[in-house]
């Protein structure tokens, strides 16, 4: 297990508490989301992540990982925590071309499912 993990958890605790801290820890977050190298660390990143206007961007930008785990992880945050008329229709589209026409079979339900009934009850 990666020790950036367990270091996540902390920074999620401060993250929630303190807004001096809630803007560094959003950039690094958004740091971490974009360039670290590590799937577990992403994965970690995106569950405890809050979906605020600077942060939808990134975690839109996930969808596209390497890792399956983490492109099914993306689209189960989209669902669950942005609100679907937070994002543009050009964004929903693109999310719902990606989602269907993703090869790997688990994350093509995820996406799916998960999408069409967030766009469904807008």
Same mark, same amino acid.
């Given at each position: ?9 902390? !920074? ?5 508490? =303190? $807004? %001096?801290?809630?803007?560094? #820890?959003?950039?690094? =977050?958004?740091?971490? *989301?974009?360039?670290?190298? #590590? @799937?577990?660390?992403?994965?970690? $990143? !995106? #569950? #405890? +992540? ?6 939808? @961007?990134?975690?839109?930008? %996930?969808? %596209? ?6 492109? /099914? ?10 609100? +679907? ?6 964004? %929903? $589209? ?8 993703? /090869?790997?079979?688990?994350? =093509?339900?995820?996406? @799916?499912?998960? !999408?069409?009934?967030? *766009?469904?009850?807008?």
């Amino acid at each position: 297990m990666n020790f950036l993990v367990p270091a996540l958890c902390v !920074l999620c605790c401060y993250y929630i508490t =303190f $807004v %001096r801290v809630h803007l560094l #820890s959003t950039a690094a =977050f958004k740091y971490m *989301l974009e360039y670290d190298l #590590s @799937a577990d660390v992403r994965r970690a $990143v !995106l #569950s #405890s +992540v809050a979906a605020t206007t600077r942060t939808v @961007a990134v975690i839109l930008e %996930r969808t %596209r990982d390497v890792k399956d785990v983490v492109r /099914r992880l993306a689209y189960k945050v989209i669902a669950e925590k942005i609100h +679907v008329r937070a994002l543009t229709i050009a964004q %929903r $589209v693109h999310l719902l071309r990606q989602g269907l026409n993703d /090869r790997t079979g688990r994350t =093509f339900l995820c996406r @799916a499912v998960g !999408l069409v009934f967030a *766009l469904y009850h807008t």
